[in-house]
């Protein structure tokens, strides 16, 4: 019987963590815009309406490969903005009605190309820990791209492949001449 009960007990400990009731979404897993323009991170995680908002942690980050630097954080239910890395430093505005509602949306505005990577947000509450990860492609406004030279090596490539089967053709075609008066 205390074997049965024990087994019961281990069976609710293992279910609770693994279930993972708590998760936090992206409504949208890439994102492309041009430098200069705005682009709104989202991302969703589980409401619990008998959950204080003291006990919401959020960490979202922005990783470009070598570094990792913060883009937004909460603690406790408190944005604090002395964690942002200074690149980011007032281009990113945060909806604090979504976020009462399970929503993190954060604009992001004056895009660079090197905003460009990895998007990460933790959010620690009470219920459990999860995270949701997306990517954004920055791309160098029009104006400031390089004119798009021709690239000749394919061309040339193909140009010099052509030019061997129309010689192949010649060929043949002078080789059946010659049989044909022979
Ligand atoms: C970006 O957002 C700011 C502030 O919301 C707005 O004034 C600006 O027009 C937006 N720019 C673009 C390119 O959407
Ligand atoms: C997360 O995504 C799953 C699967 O699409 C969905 O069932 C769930 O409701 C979502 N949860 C939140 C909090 O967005
Ligand atoms: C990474 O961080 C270092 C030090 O802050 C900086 O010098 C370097 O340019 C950064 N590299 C990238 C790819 O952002």
């Known amino acids: 019987m205390e074997k049965m009960i024990c087994r019961i007990l281990l069976l609710l400990i293992l279910t609770s963590c693994v279930s993972g009731s708590f998760v936090v979404n992206v409504t949208q897993t890439s994102y492309q815009a041009e430098e200069n323009h705005n682009i709104t991170l989202e991302w969703t995680f589980t409401t619990n309406p008998d959950r204080s908002i003291k006990t919401l942690n959020i960490l979202c980050g922005h990783n470009t490969g070598q570094n990792t630097s913060v883009l937004y954080r909460v603690h406790e239910g408190v944005e604090v903005s002395e964690s942002q890395d200074a690149k980011f430093s007032g281009r990113v505005q945060s909806d604090k ?10 604009q992001v505005s004056r895009l660079r190309t090197d905003d460009s990577g990895l998007y990460l947000c933790e959010v620690n509450t009470d219920d459990g820990f999860s995270v949701g990860r997306c990517t954004a492609s920055i791309t160098a406004a029009d104006d400031q791209l390089q004119p798009q030279r021709p690239t000749t090596k394919p061309p040339a490539e193909s140009g010099g492949m052509t030019g061997f089967y129309i010689l192949m053709g010649v060929f043949s075609v002078i080789q059946v001449i010659v049989e044909s008066r022979a």
């Open 97 to 106: 009605d979504a976020l009462r509602e399970g929503r993190i949306r954060l």
